[in-house]
């Protein structure tokens, strides 16, 4: 299958840890990449590769992968972290690109 | 550090093709893969397709029909045509550079997006 399936929405109390996962048989080829994307803005890459921070992303963000599941953990989640978060990978054949459909987190 | 701006008409027609471009600052447009990716207003990111720096392209089976891509390295830009839009091609329209190495690959950066509506 040549999709990556996410949680529509997740709900984290401030400070407190949040694990959001993405599934899909391409994650045993390939790596997840994570976006974040707030309103009115392009989407943010926040971890590649195996578990990977772009210069400027905090280190309560990290990343990893097991199987056909990849998952993105805040760790201490903060107010300015409640955003749409994606996945991403190349699918198996390598010639496409597959996003998932996205998880909408709340910081309460 | 790489940016990357784009620009393109913002409404179009039914039936009427579109066309962005996305120009390469503080870098070359060789040496990588280029993508389009879009978000329909309040809904995900779709991938639409890439275009690597030796002119091959990959697109999105559900699209492939109405893409074309292309660059021009004299310009560092690449560009997208969608042919024969209806109202469900509205979505604002991001460019991004691909990149990585296996296993792993993102897109990064991003453009800042171009809303396109189709209204008639």
């Known amino acids: 299958s040549s999709e990556l399936t996410q949680d529509p929405a997740v709900s984290v109390a401030l400070g407190q840890t949040v694990r959001i996962t993405c599934q899909g048989d391409?994650?045993?080829?390939?790596?997840a990449t994570w976006y974040q994307q707030k309103p009115g803005q392009a989407p943010v890459r926040v971890i590649y590769g195996k578990n990977n921070r772009p210069s400027g992303i905090p280190d309560r963000f990290s990343g990893s992968n097991s199987g056909n599941t990849a998952s993105l953990t805040i760790t201490g989640a903060q107010a300015e972290d409640e955003a749409a978060y994606y996945c991403?990978?190349?699918?198996?054949?390598?010639?496409?690109?597959?996003f998932g459909g996205g998880t909408k987190l709340t910081v309460l | 550090q790489v940016q990357l701006q784009q620009w393109g008409a913002g409404l179009l027609k039914p039936s009427e093709t579109l066309s962005l471009t996305c120009g390469v600052f503080g870098g070359s447009i060789s040496g990588s893969s280029w993508s389009w990716v879009r978000q329909p207003p309040g809904r995900g990111l779709e991938w639409i397709g890439e275009i690597n720096h030796s002119g091959d392209a990959n697109y999105n089976p559900s699209l492939k029909s109405r893409v074309t891509m292309s660059l021009d390295k004299s310009k560092n830009q690449f560009s997208m045509q969608l042919t024969s839009v209806t109202a469900a091609d509205t979505a604002v329209y991001y460019c991004?550079?691909?990149?990585?190495?296996?296993?792993?690959?993102?897109?990064?950066?991003w453009g800042q997006g171009v809303l396109v509506t189709v209204s008639s």
């Open positions: 391409n994650l045993r080829t390939y790596y």
């Open positions: 991403n990978c190349r699918d198996n054949s390598g010639h496409h690109v597959l």
């Open positions: 991004a550079r691909g990149d990585g190495l296996f296993p792993g690959w993102w897109l990064d950066p």
